[in-house]
């Protein structure tokens, strides 16, 4: 069962690291076209 449960953990954690790379992709395109979803921290 534990090896089940390691397999669980491990595809969660495929999962959220995809997410994590597709949301920061999309914000920087979003910032690219010129809609950024905040203030820009540095004015360029």
């Known amino acids: 069962m ?3 449960r390691n397999r669980r953990v491990t595809t ?14 999309l914000i920087l ?3 690219a076209a010129g ?3 905040w203030p820009p921290f ?3």
């Open 35 to 37: 809609i950024s979803p």
């Open 29 to 31: 395109l979003l910032q």
């Open 2 to 4: 534990g090896r089940y």
């Open 12 to 25: 969660l954690a495929a999962i959220l690291g995809t997410v994590v790379v597709l949301a920061l992709n």
């Open 42 to 44: 540095h004015a360029a």
